[in-house]
């Protein structure tokens, strides 16, 4: 069985840094680009930063700077470091694990909350 499990967030206050962390169990994470996507309240789903399995990185626009993708293979695991947060990066930040060869693999983590206010 597949899971992934993020941990991690909470209530941190304006210029705050937190990290996530996505523990993965049941496949190679190792073979997997993994995501992280947030969703505020009211509004869809979008990506925030991905890392490929070959460690290449990118980053939307409004997180260009402060927040920071990375992996450990070894532990399975992947994280969001997050820097000098506003309060517009309040969202329920999720774990994405994809593959596409040999066939397409997508899993999703739980969801953790990350609220940022004074």
């Known amino acids: 069985q597949v899971q992934l499990v993020e941990s991690g967030g909470g209530l941190v206050q304006p210029g705050g840094s937190l990290r996530l962390s996505c523990a993965a169990s049941?496949?190679?994470?190792?073979?997997?680009?993994v995501g992280w996507y947030r969703q505020a309240p009211g509004k869809q789903r979008e990506l925030v930063a991905t890392i490929t399995d070959g460690s290449s990185t990118e980053y939307e626009d409004a997180v260009k700077g402060r927040f920071t993708i990375s992996r450990d293979n070894a532990k399975k695991t992947a994280y969001l470091q997050m820097n000098s947060l506003k309060p517009e990066d309040t969202a329920v930040y999720y774990c994405n694990a994809k593959r596409r060869i040999p066939t397409l693999r997508d899993y999703w983590g739980q969801g953790t909350q990350v609220t940022v206010s004074s």
């Open positions: 049941g496949i190679t994470l190792s073979l997997y680009t």
